[in-house]
């Protein structure tokens, strides 16, 4: 079968700075683009950069790269074209387990010179092969076929919770979460509360737990001892800001998160950024364009025991670009487009990576059908030793899930939801219960809110 090679492109943050003088360095400047970790066979890899200082107009530089087979690096000059400094790495180099690369770009007119990753050889950028990924083939996706929920997990009328629709806004809550006695928590961010009913009970009256401000698209986290997380941004200046909050929803503290809202930081925050427990309790967020390019990160900021962060720690201790999945597991999950590519993307790929750096898992989801079409998906989980993903999948303008319970050998389950969100959504509407079922929120004006479960298998 004849085989079609597309392109992996690499992009990076390049700092130029003076050599042999004291001037003080430029300030780092991101390069718009993405930044591709998992590299499958048959990619053609284009390691790319851009120079976004002021006044350098001709940068030359040379690419460094070997593969986990090799000791040496391999010297490939980086050549100039409109989308800046690139070079192809030779399908000879694209094997083993992994690439690792550098880059020494310089401003002949000026004398100055960058390298990237800064420390070179010694802390080189990388990304893993996928050479023993487990291939995933959807075909095409057939529409209206979704599952039936095994049960109702939380139910409340169109009277009982917030929807606004107006000009400018048009959406109600947004998001929840499931504690692990199997309790249902909806984020009512519209009448600044949540709302919580107990295990079992989908009919019952909730509880109210007030929130200390309006929240409408700010993201949630249960923490110990009955507490919640909320995130809250103020405009001005832009900051984000985390409450924890006693169960009751008096503030137990609340700290400035270590990012800025827009611009071009290394640490972007937004209203939306997500909150997320790793698999020992300390809580993360979300942060975009990372150090090393377009690329997000998981920045601690809470201790399991609910105590908070300091901002250089949750700097310091940032994954980039890891999910923490599991104690000793790290996840990377990537949606691949071809460069140049007119149409919406058709691959998912996901790799879970060890203390060591090494490839445990990989799998590949295929389909013919156009994935995205929905404002935000699911956070990848682990459930027991498989990896669950709701992948969107989009025909006209019809939108579904995809579920997967992805195990070692390829598709332990599959079946489609329908998206079932009224107006925008910027949170997530799936969520991975304690007991390793998967609940959706389902949202109406005219019919109020309900929460499902579905089992997994």
Request: charged share 15%; hydrophobic share 40%; aromatic share 8%.
């Amino acid at each position: 079968m004849k085989r079609t090679l597309t392109t992996l492109m690499i992009l990076g943050v390049l700092v130029v700075a003076p050599t042999g003088s004291s001037a003080p360095a430029a300030q780092p400047l991101l390069v718009h683009g993405g930044i591709g970790h998992l590299i499958a066979s048959g990619d053609r890899v284009e390691i790319g950069y851009q120079v976004y200082t002021a006044h350098v107009k001709s940068p030359v530089g040379v690419l460094y790269v070997r593969n986990s087979l090799k000791k040496n690096f391999e010297r490939l000059p980086l050549k100039r074209s409109a989308g800046g400094l690139r070079a192809v790495v030779p399908k000879r180099l694209v094997q083993g387990s992994k690439l690792v690369y550098y880059a020494v770009i310089s401003d002949p007119s000026s004398g100055r010179s960058a390298t990237l990753p800064r420390r070179g050889s010694r802390s080189p950028a990388s990304a893993w092969i996928l050479d023993r990924a487990v291939i995933v083939r959807l075909g095409s996706h057939r529409f209206g076929h979704t599952r039936a929920p095994s049960g109702i997990a939380a139910r409340a009328g169109a009277g009982s919770v917030g929807f606004e629709n107006n000009e400018r806004y048009q959406f109600g809550p947004q998001t929840f979460l499931v504690g692990r006695d199997g309790s249902v928590w909806l984020h009512d961010g519209l009448n600044q509360r949540l709302l919580v009913w107990p295990a079992g009970h989908p009919d019952a009256a909730p509880r109210v737990i007030p929130l200390p401000f309006f929240a409408a698209e700010n993201d949630i986290a249960l923490g110990p001892a009955g507490s919640v997380y909320v995130t809250q941004l103020l405009r001005d200046p832009p900051r984000l800001l985390l409450y924890r909050l006693s169960p009751a929803g008096k503030v137990l503290w609340k700290i400035r998160l270590a990012g800025d809202y827009g611009g071009e930081s290394t640490f972007v925050l937004g209203s939306n950024s997500p909150l997320r427990l790793g698999p020992d309790g300390t809580l993360y967020c979300l942060a975009f364009m990372g150090l090393a390019g377009d690329e997000s990160g998981w920045m601690p900021v809470a201790t399991p025991s609910g105590r908070p962060i300091a901002a250089a720690a949750q700097r310091r201790g940032t994954h980039w670009p890891f999910q923490p999945a599991a104690p000793g597991l790290r996840l990377l999950a990537e949606t691949y487009t071809p460069p140049n590519a007119d149409t919406a993307p058709h691959e998912e790929r996901f790799a879970l990576i060890d203390r060591r750096g090494h490839l445990v898992r990989a799998w590949r989801v295929l389909s013919r059908t156009d994935f995205g079409g929905l404002a935000k998906q699911m956070t990848p989980e682990l459930v027991g030793h498989d990896l669950v993903v709701a992948l969107p999948v989009t025909g006209g303008t019809t939108s579904e899930y995809v579920v997967l319970r992805l195990g070692v050998h390829g598709v332990a389950s599959r079946f489609s939801l329908p998206y079932a969100m009224w107006g925008s959504s910027l949170l997530p509407d799936l969520r991975i219960g304690a007991d390793g079922a998967l609940y959706q929120l389902a949202s109406s004006p005219a019919t109020g809110v309900v929460i499902s479960r579905y089992s997994l298998g």
